[in-house]
């Protein structure tokens, strides 16, 4: 199967509308299998979906509980629901590696379909 960009938009923007719904969703960013910093997104969370690629909204910064390098980030929707599981790749820290207690930005998260 191959999708358009038309047709890669409309599910993207799905998947926003669902982020979007109720309270904010967070972005719960991982160091092996422990929890290193949940970062609350913004609501709208989309900057821009164009050509297959969903931008977020840069987040504020939050305190991380955990120290390392992140190996991956998961995306759950204001009731707590998983809805995209990402290698740490897919997103832009302010910095390399999270320290415990120090602040965690986000410059950019994105990716297409």
Do not use: C, H, W
């Not at 926003?16 to 970062?39: F, P, Q, R, W």
């Not at 164009?50 to 992140?70: D, E, H, K």
């Amino acid at each position: 199967m191959v999708l358009t960009d038309v047709a890669k938009n409309a599910m993207l923007q799905g998947l926003a509308n669902k982020l979007n719904a109720g309270t904010n969703s967070l972005l719960s960013v991982y160091i092996g299998a422990t929890l290193a910093v949940e970062i609350t997104l913004t609501n709208p969370v989309e900057l821009s979906i164009t050509g297959g690629m969903l931008r977020f909204n840069v987040p504020p910064q939050a305190l991380a509980i955990a120290s390392g390098i992140p190996t991956e980030a998961r995306i759950l929707d204001a009731s707590g629901a998983l809805m995209v599981t990402l290698p740490a790749s897919l997103i832009t820290l302010d910095k390399e590696k999270v320290y415990q207690g120090g602040y965690v930005g986000v410059t950019s998260i994105r990716f297409s379909i």
